[in-house]
């Protein structure tokens, strides 16, 4: 995909984030080497830390949909439909 011209990114947060948020290395780019001299940079890097976090969040703030309440809704509205009549109450 990278190669395509579709994003500059192709790990999942850095799609998400729509930037480059996390390193990425591919194939033959991921040797230990290359892997724990990020580590080591981002270890060192507190405000690269931070930055990381406040990223993550925006992304789970943003997929969070309340999930349970609008499967709920759906159901709620399918059995509306058909004429059936439930309460919510749960014993």
């Known amino acids: 995909m990278k190669r395509m011209g579709y994003l500059p990114y192709v790990g999942l947060p850095n799609i998400l ?3 480059f948020v996390v390193p ?4 033959h780019a991921a040797t230990p080497e290359t892997l724990s001299a990020a580590m ?21 703030h943003e997929l969070r949909q309340n999930t349970a309440e609008r499967a709920a809704g759906a159901i709620l509205d399918i059995l509306h439909s058909r004429g059936q009549r439930h309460d919510l109450a749960m014993a």
């Open 24 to 27: 990425e290395f591919l194939q």
């Open 17 to 19: 984030a729509g930037r």
């Open 40 to 60: 080591l940079e981002l270890i060192a890097d507190p405000v690269r830390q931070q930055d990381m976090v406040d990223a993550f969040s925006a992304i789970h």
